[in-house]
């Protein structure tokens, strides 16, 4: 392979990374913004944060999600949302594991109401992890050819 076939095929990795975490995580906050206490309850469950923090944590993460899926989607500011999404992918394997070994029977909160949601397994920190790996390979690579980064990148070299 050549060196412009290797560049594209980093292109093509890099914009599957994007689309798959800016898909995941737009998805995974479209019923946490629209209904914040259902997901404070999830988030009460797992029984890690205090009970003051809960209501806030519910109210902010979500649209944290969005922005960083937003961002993800556009190319725009691409390592900082990747890093972000990394940050919040630690964080649910994190409470995920806390659950699993506090073998709390819940459900996972991620992308549904608590009647769709996922149950409580190692399946989804394989999941956690397999999207923190997308968004590390996000923060070290450079900007692909198809993110406004890139775009803003060249604009800058031919100025």
């Not at 209904?35 to 979500?62: C, E, H, K, R």
């Not at 919040?88 to 909160?109: H, K, P, R, S, T």
Request: proline share 3%.
């Amino acid at each position: 392979m050549n060196g412009r076939a290797i560049l594209w095929a980093w292109d093509i990795a890099l914009v599957a990374a994007r689309a798959v975490l800016a898909v995941m995580f737009i998805w995974a906050c479209v019923h946490k913004i629209l209904d914040p206490g259902d997901f404070a309850l999830q988030v009460a469950t797992y029984q890690i944060l205090p009970l003051g923090l809960v209501n806030l944590q519910a109210i902010i993460l979500p649209w944290i999600e969005l922005v960083a899926g937003i961002l993800l989607v556009l190319g725009l500011w691409t390592r900082a949302a990747a890093l972000v999404t990394c940050g919040m992918n630690v964080m649910f394997i994190v409470a995920i594991a806390m659950a699993l070994a506090a073998e709390l029977q819940l459900q996972c909160g991620c992308f549904a109401s608590a009647d769709a949601g996922h149950e409580m397994s190692g399946g989804l920190i394989v999941r956690d992890a397999a999207l923190f790996a997308a968004g590390a390979l996000l923060v070290v690579r450079r900007p692909d050819r198809f993110t406004l980064d890139g775009w803003l990148a060249r604009r800058k070299a031919n100025a």
